[in-house]
């Protein structure tokens, strides 16, 4: 008889699953498991208690600070932490840009981010997309001309992730609009403070703010503040998405709203029965449980090749169209269950406010129109294909 | 080196099991050249060790049912027709599970060394035998008379001994399934068929056949959770046979899309054929992470932990089964519809694996029944509260 996991690992998983019941503050843990979204504040609040158990950067390595988790351990921690109704930490500063500053940034540089994302006294944001380059990221058009010790940026970024709440942005750049596209683009940190940004809302098909338009204008932004050299901005956003995908597993998230769906559906009837009792609910709450228990345990699988040396099919595409369908699948069958009961979400004037804090259910259809964006985001799952298919068949 | 309370774990690869796999596949390969060495590919497989793996580790095997499933993969990957998943991931090693009355380590040995080949009745719906304890025997392990018939045993007509399970009857009391093991030449064997994956099927009738005491193996609880254990066994050691086949077809399909040419340029080049590519390779990736893990639990304890990882492992592999074969057959385009074609081997094995235990509807009813459907954390044990049933 085999084990999924090492007694190590297993102790592991207790010490974390003591640490988020005894730290994760009982306001954001009620708002998680209910549906709600984590404000600015839910995740600065969760973000200071984990730095102060040593955690704030808790994908890093010792050498950065972190606390050096093996692959699998980092596995247990995201699964238990988001079981519990933990908030995820902002990725765009622990997850995408301090990789790429540990890679390819100089000490100051590392001296100066690292420990600021880790504490999240730096909230990033991520400036790759724009109007018109999209899937074709290395059509981006935001200048940076050099100006003795600045660039001046001209541009805009779309579809940015919490850009109304961020202190900075990572951007790639057009910095040589000779020779190939991608060898004309640099990687540069601005801050959010800068004269010359403009934040303006985005409102996606949920009624939400949560992706911007970021416009730039003439803004100035010191050359120290670049990453790597000029023109290897496509290589640091290359290493990261080689990376960072590897974790894309999102299951514990996934657990999580299985778990709700469950609680939800408690409280509804249909035919004069529970809705749980209805075989054909059943049988699809049975499905995407199973393919969750597949999708969980590939990426563990890949983890383990990885620790191994050996690489066991294609990691971070797969986990990322499996992941991001089964999160699409578990909110339609979440808003499906409770059925019309998922339509109210507003109340009338005067304040229009969303209803979503006074009923759980208010929360099921927004995070269905939401979770669209899942199949779409971090290389749509067209790309991801693009990537997968080049390795198969070259 | 890696320590062994590593590969201990389930997804880390041993290995002798990479050898193991190797040695089968030259060992299948070598029985190609039949004409060159005269030996058949069971032969080949007996004197490649293949059928002792499964053996416990003091009777020469593994023990460990993931090298029965690293064999049964590579005999999918090739396409070989043979009773390795009835005689020996399953017979050889459920008589590993029961004390031993019956010379059961002898007949084990003798399956291992190629003598004789075992088989068991494997869907329950399709075989109906009773046990009638015969008057003034011992009535705490009676002498039975067995009758009744078993329809669609797998290598039915070629098996020397055969698993049985029957209901016991004993006079005035409950009823109770009791498991025997029944010589080949106790029982009428009747309708045997080819099915379309080109393994051979046969009903076994019994009529009145005598089973000595020592050969009633179990009975009760004991007899219900040897014959699940079988099932789930059959079931998992079915899971990598498919994921070999799948393997096989993927490969096979990926070299096609890239020398066949229209409009002047490979298929491969197209990108609405690779994108369906690349979901059988997802589908494949899905199909071996839970066809190991359900090897890796198969042997646990917990029943509840088995059942779990064995319905999660049938339910992903007949979907990716029915996806990976039929996509397989659309790319290749006509000629993917040709006897001849490479393919339709594995198609046809495919779809009688999606079908011999019930396709994923029936693992879909076994999840929802049991304390299954609050498994998220399959392979490890769950608590049982809060069942969606």
């Known amino acids: 008889m085999a084990r999924l996991f090492a007694p190590e690992e297993e102790t592991f998983r207790r010490e974390v699953q003591e640490f988020l019941s005894t730290r994760l503050p009982a306001d954001i843990r009620e708002r998680m498991l209910t549906g709600a979204r984590a404000s600015r504040e839910d995740k600065v609040r969760w973000s200071k208690i984990l730095h102060s158990r040593g955690w704030g950067g808790y994908t890093w390595p010792t050498e950065f600070g972190g606390p050096g988790f093996t692959p699998v351990q980092r596995y247990i921690f995201e699964d238990v932490a988001a079981q519990a109704g933990a908030p995820e930490v902002v990725p765009f500063g622990q997850k995408m840009v301090a990789p790429v500053i540990m890679a390819f940034g100089n000490d100051t540089q590392k001296e100066f981010y690292l420990p600021r994302i880790a504490s999240l006294e730096h909230y990033w944001c991520q400036g790759y997309s724009e109007p018109g380059s999209g899937s074709d990221l290395a059509s981006l058009k935001t200048r940076a001309v050099r100006d003795g010790d600045d660039y001046v940026v001209s541009g805009q970024k779309a579809w940015t992730t919490e850009a109304q709440d961020a202190d900075w942005i990572f951007c790639l750049v057009r910095t040589s609009n000779t020779g190939r596209k991608q060898d004309g683009i640099t990687f540069l940190l601005i801050d959010m403070r800068t004269p010359g940004i403009t934040v303006r809302p985005i409102i996606t098909i949920d009624g939400a703010h949560e992706i911007n338009e970021v416009w730039f204008e003439d803004v100035r932004v010191p050359v120290k503040n670049r990453i790597g050299e000029e023109g290897q901005g496509w290589t640091c956003a290359k290493y990261l998405l080689e990376k960072e995908r590897l974790n894309f597993g999102g299951m514990g998230f996934c657990k999580r709203e299985v778990a709700r769906l469950k609680r939800l559906a408690a409280g509804v009837q249909r035919a004069g029965r529970p809705v749980l009792e209805d075989p054909l609910v059943k049988a699809r709450l049975a499905a995407i449980e199973m393919r969750i228990i597949a999708t969980d345990l590939t990426n563990l699988r890949f983890l383990r090749a990885a620790e191994c040396g050996k690489t066991a099919g294609l990691p971070a595409p797969y986990l990322k169209i499996l992941s991001s369908h089964l999160q699409q699948d578990i909110a339609e069958l979440q808003m499906r269950t409770i059925g019309a009961q998922a339509l109210a979400v507003r109340s009338v004037a005067p304040t229009n406010q969303r209803l979503e804090l006074a009923s759980e259910e208010a929360t099921v259809a927004p995070t269905y129109c939401n979770l669209r964006k899942t199949t779409i985001y971090a290389g749509s799952n067209e790309i991801q294909r693009n990537i997968a298919a080049k390795n198969l068949l070259g | ?389």
């Open chain 2, 1 to 389: 080196m890696q320590d062994t309370t590593r590969s201990d774990l389930v997804f880390v690869s041993r290995e002798e099991y990479d050898l193991l796999s190797d040695m089968v596949g030259r060992a299948v390969e070598r029985s190609t050249r039949k004409a060159s060495t005269g030996r058949s590919v069971w032969e080949q497989l007996v004197d490649a060790g293949a059928l002792s793996a499964a053996l416990s580790e003091a009777e020469g095997g593994f023990g460990d049912a993931r090298a029965v499933s690293v064999i049964a993969e590579m005999l999918g990957y090739h396409g070989i027709v043979s009773p390795f998943i009835p005689s020996s991931a399953v017979v050889t090693r459920a008589l590993s599970r029961v004390p031993d009355p019956s010379g059961s380590i002898e007949i084990r040995q003798r399956i291992a060394g190629g003598e004789i080949v075992a088989t068991l009745p494997i869907i329950p719906h399709l075989s109906a035998i009773s046990a009638t304890p015969v008057e003034s025997s011992n009535t705490i392990v009676p002498a039975c008379s067995l009758s009744g018939r078993a329809q669609l045993v797998p290598f039915g007509a070629e098996a020397g001994i055969i698993l049985i399970e029957a209901t016991l009857m004993p006079p005035g009391q409950t009823s109770e399934p009791a498991v025997f093991l029944i010589d080949k030449d106790d029982v009428k064997v009747e309708n045997s068929v080819i099915g379309i994956d080109g393994f051979p099927y046969a009903d076994v009738v019994l009529d009145g056949v005598a089973a000595a005491p020592a050969r009633l193996l179990c009975r009760g609880d004991g007899a219900r959770d040897l014959m699940e254990w079988c099932r789930d066994a059959y079931l998992t050691t079915l899971c990598a046979d498919a994921l070999g086949a799948m393997s096989r077809l993927v490969a096979i399909t990926g070299d096609y899309l890239k020398v066949r040419h229209q409009f002047g340029a490979p298929l491969a080049s197209y990108q609405a054929l690779r994108h369906r590519f690349v979901d059988m390779d997802i589908a494949v990736t899905q199909t071996r992470t839970v066809a190991e893990m359900a090897a890796g639990v198969l042997d646990d304890n917990d029943a509840d932990t088995r059942r779990n990882a064995v319905t999660t492992a049938h339910y992903i592999t007949v979907r990716a089964a029915f996806h990976v074969s039929q996509e397989a057959v659309q790319l290749h385009g006509a000629i993917g519809m040709a006897e001849e074609t490479p393919i339709s081997g594995y198609f046809k094995r495919l779809l009688a694996i999606s079908l011999l235990f019930g396709d994923e509807d029936s693992a879909l009813n076994r999840y929802t029944a049991g304390a299954a459907c609050d498994g998220l954390d399959a392979g490890r044990p769950a608590p049982r509260s809060g069942c969606c049933g």
